[in-house]
Nanobody
């Protein structure tokens, strides 16, 4: 198990950038697939981006491809999500999630470690 704490959310205008960070505590961080999900009001939680334990093979949802970048630092037990060219439809609570796996998993219920979430609001 890992404990996850997100930071970096806020209120921005369309076109602005934000960087979310997730700090993990626990052992064997590099053995965890790390992901960022988001959930807008009335919507299901959706996978935004994910990254494998060695930092390779990043996955991006089509809706954010080319605008967001996921990265991790295994030495610091952190994962980040750089969000550029933000749009009002990016408004959501963003969650960091972890699953001890070598394979990408895209469904939220299969992740067993979650942060508390951080609000991102993009005004038009």
């Amino acid at each position: 198990q890992v404990q996850l704490v997100e930071s970096g959310g806020g209120l921005v205008q369309a076109g602005d950038s934000l960087r979310l960070s997730c700090a993990a505590s626990g052992r064997s961080f590099s053995s965890y697939y790390m992901a960022w999900f988001r959930q807008a009001p009335g919507a299901e939680r959706e996978l935004v981006a994910a990254i494998s334990g060695d930092g390779g093979s990043p996955y991006y949802a089509d809706s954010i491809k080319g605008r967001f970048t996921i990265s991790r630092d295994n030495a610091k037990n952190t994962v980040a999500l750089r969000m550029n060219s933000l749009k009002p439809e990016d408004t959501a609570v963003y969650y960091c999630a972890a699953r001890r796996s070598l394979r990408l998993v895209i469904t939220a219920p299969l992740y067993d470690n979650w942060g508390q979430g951080t609000q991102v609001t993009v005004s038009s």
